[in-house]
């Protein structure tokens, strides 16, 4: 019984490790954003690196739900996580970019923030506005989510 | 440019036109390490960081790239700032993204004042539509196949693969070098990046330029055929009647006009019927796409109500596209 007992718990333990090594994700890409829902327009909670690592809550729909190591809870898209470790790094862009050139994590947070842009715009002698404009006149999260459950109408389907 | 920036200025350019700026390969006149030292202590940037630059394309690039590209497109056509049609179009377009291949990326969409039947995608998610095209559609399934159109060029990553042949050409001719990289930090790049004070890149540039002729120029019949196929699998995941795309390839035929050249048409319409051998290939698609979807032909409908019939023809907003912007 006593014997059965040890082996039982060692199960469970060696089970819990497993779960708990299973539910490490490293990020594979330069910058990732955790975003507060599934899907690219909703806010960004933290913006991650090349070989950080989250705790994976649960997954749906392609979207992992994550916690940071800075304990926020985010939704990140699978892709951009891979089961085991991986090395911190960045891109050749990132480096180069206005920024915190030692691990880039600003200029990842921020991306370029329309800098090469811009100069290229002022260049060009084109309006940088353009760009200003339509990224400060998209839908908010709530419209977008309102949007999705209104079908609009129903439809013939026919062809 | 002070005396003293001016003599490094000279030193450097000499350097680099010798080749010899890494000091690598024993041909060099001055050690790579007292070239670099020197030039971070003149520029704040190691050549060392920004050598040995690769065909990699980062996110952050390319979204940074689809700005320029954003800003060229904006200013040759003219953005209509209609912030209710903005949203709309926005709104379809965003159902459509999430159910692509790439539905992490964040998306803007934006209408072009223009008659002109067309639609653009710049990289990074910046995605356009004319005026001409929205008149031309008669419900919001037809709009979701267009945007789904466009979204799949970015979602396939064409523009990635696009501007990786850029970077190595122009890494070929040297372009890619440490001067070109660093930018006005350095060396005066071309458009006189010295005085802009930005971190300008004649790397950078020289990748929006060749983007934005490529999309006036136009997309590959196989990159065409892939950004269809993608596309209306797209709006029809997002519930949409899947028959939208052909149908707006129909009402294109059915003006009886030849459609323009560039974005949404492209190369193909030059040397091929192009839109009778898309609709062809869209039927074929629908045989076994899913049937049924919403139209949402009232709701378009009522989006529509303050798109303007047409617009005097005008030249485009800012700068001088006329004799600055790519010829199509």
């Known amino acids: 019984m006593r014997r059965t007992t040890i082996a039982i718990s060692l199960l469970v333990v060696a089970a819990t490790a497993t779960t708990a090594a299973e539910t490490t994700r490293w990020v594979e890409r330069t910058k990732v954003d955790i975003r507060a ?15 950080d690592t989250v705790d994976v809550l649960k997954t749906e729909d392609k979207w992992v739900s994550v916690r940071t190591k800075n304990a926020k809870t985010g939704w990140v898209y699978e892709a951009a996580l891979k089961p085991t470790p991986v090395q911190p790094g960045t891109s050749e862009f990132l480096k180069s970019a206005p920024g915190d050139t030692t691990t880039s994590r600003t200029a990842a947070s921020q991306g370029a923030k ?8 002022k ?37 | 440019m002070s005396r003293r920036r001016s003599g490094f200025f000279a030193l450097a350019l000499a350097l680099v036109l010798a080749g010899c700026q890494s000091g690598s390969g024993g041909g060099g006149v001055i050690p790579a390490n007292i070239f670099n030292a020197v030039t971070q202590a003149y520029t704040g940037v190691n050549p060392a960081d920004v050598q040995g630059a690769t065909t990699d394309i980062d996110e952050a690039e390319e979204i940074e790239l689809g700005r320029s590209v954003a800003t060229a497109l904006g200013s040759r056509y003219k953005l209509l700032r209609d912030e209710a ?8 377009g965003n159902a459509v993204a999430l159910q692509s291949d790439r539905p992490d990326l964040r998306y803007y969409f934006g209408v072009l004042d223009t008659d002109e039947i067309n639609a653009f995608a710049a990289p990074g998610g910046y995605v356009f539509v004319t005026r001409g095209t ?7 399934a037809t709009l979701a196949g267009v945007l789904g159109h466009e979204v799949g060029h970015i979602a396939l990553r064409h523009h990635v693969e696009t501007i990786k042949d850029q970077k190595k050409a122009a890494l070929g001719k040297g372009v890619g070098t440490t001067a070109a990289r660093v930018g006005s930090r350095f060396l005066p790049g071309a458009g006189g990046a010295a005085a802009s004070g930005l971190a300008n890149s004649p790397l950078m540039n020289l990748l929006a330029d060749g983007l934005v002729n490529g999309l006036l120029k136009g997309w590959s019949r196989g990159e065409e055929e892939q950004a269809d ?30 459609p323009a050249s560039s974005g949404f048409f492209t190369k193909w319409t030059e040397t091929h019927p192009g839109t009778e051998d898309r609709l062809k290939e869209q039927e074929n698609q629908l045989k076994t796409a ?13 989006a529509m109500a303050t798109l303007p019939k047409s617009t005097p023809a005008a030249p485009a907003t800012t700068g001088t596209p006329g004799s600055k912007a790519p010829s199509r």
């Open chain 1, 37 to 51: 829902g599934k899907g690219s327009y909703y806010e960004i909670v933290e913006t991650l690196v090349k070989g």
């Open chain 1, 114 to 121: 329309g800098v090469y842009a811009q100069s290229y715009a």
């Open chain 1, 123 to 159: 260049e060009k002698g084109y309006d940088y506005g353009i760009v200003t404009w339509m990224e400060s006149h998209q839908p908010t999260e709530p419209q977008i989510e309102a949007f999705l459950k209104d079908p609009g109408e129903k439809s013939g389907g026919t062809r």
């Open chain 2, 85 to 92: 049609l903005t949203r709309y179009v926005a709104l379809v």
């Open chain 2, 134 to 140: 929205l008149q031309l559609m008669r419900d919001e």
């Open chain 2, 229 to 258: 196929v993608v596309g209306v699998k797209y709006a029809t995941r997002a519930g949409y009647n899947g028959a939208g795309l052909r149908d707006f390839l129909k009402a294109v035929q059915d003006t009886g006009k030849q």
């Open chain 2, 290 to 302: 899913p049937t049924g979807g919403r139209r949402a032909a009232s709701r378009f409908e009522t």
